[in-house]
């Protein structure tokens, strides 16, 4: 398991060298495919046992993670991998036979889907998307025809951080004067108080410095 911080400068070092692209190869010898950008980049960064990586249609069934249909950038996260697909008879992508309904790898989770290009989500904001095509690698700004998204299980998936319940009772103090408290009642006011008592103690400190004092109570 890598980071998504090692798993996209995998891919960004790939990018940076421009390889040609080239079917069957990851980025590795100067030639690259769509898949084996991700591929290879997860090899850089030390992932060993990749299997099911070596066409956008095997790793969609069989290695990417919660792979679903997306309807806006805003659901994608840094390092997710994004796909397009076709018609299973476009005449320059067809599905191959083995995915379709009665062959050895149909999947009926996907039935005859087919996935043809893959790309990673190497920017949030903005969006940047960098994948492998001809003649070289690119970085798309846009959603496009990006259709689907996941995650490889060799990465750490980056995810928002939620915010902690709310305790009630929580008392928040605010050194030196203020202290906001929740109050727990109908309409959940809050209420601000001084707190006279503290203040009084600090002022009647004898090693206080006036000035030094006044530009802290501020």
Not at 15 to 41: F, N, Q
Not at 49 to 55: A, H, L, Q, S, V
Not at 171 to 184: A, G, H, N, W
């Amino acid at each position: 398991m890598i980071t998504v911080e090692r798993f996209i400068e995998g891919i960004e070092s790939i990018y940076r060298e421009k390889p040609e692209y080239k079917s069957g190869h990851d980025g590795s010898d100067g030639y690259c495919d769509c898949i084996g950008m991700p591929r290879g980049a997860l090899k850089r960064e030390g992932v060993t046992g990749i299997k099911n990586m070596n066409g956008t249609n095997t790793a969609a069934r069989k290695t990417i993670v919660g792979l679903s249909k997306i309807e806006s950038a805003a659901q994608l996260c840094l390092g997710d991998v994004v796909l397009k697909v076709r018609d299973k008879d476009d005449p320059n992508m067809q599905l191959p036979d083995k995915f379709r309904k009665g062959g050895s790898e149909y999947d009926p989770t996907w039935g005859e889907t087919n996935f043809t290009h893959i790309g990673t989500v190497t920017g949030v904001d903005p969006l940047e998307i960098t994948h492998m095509t001809s003649p070289t690698a690119k970085k798309d700004t846009s959603l496009g025809r990006w259709e689907y998204a996941g995650w490889l299980p060799w990465v750490e998936r980056e995810q928002e951080e939620e915010d902690p319940p709310w305790d009630e009772d929580q008392q928040i103090d605010f050194p030196p004067l203020l202290s906001i408290r929740k109050e727990v009642t109908g309409d959940e006011r809050y209420e601000i108080s001084h707190l006279a008592r503290h203040y009084a103690a600090l002022n009647a400190s004898p090693s206080s410095d006036p000035a030094q004092g006044a530009a802290e109570n501020h």
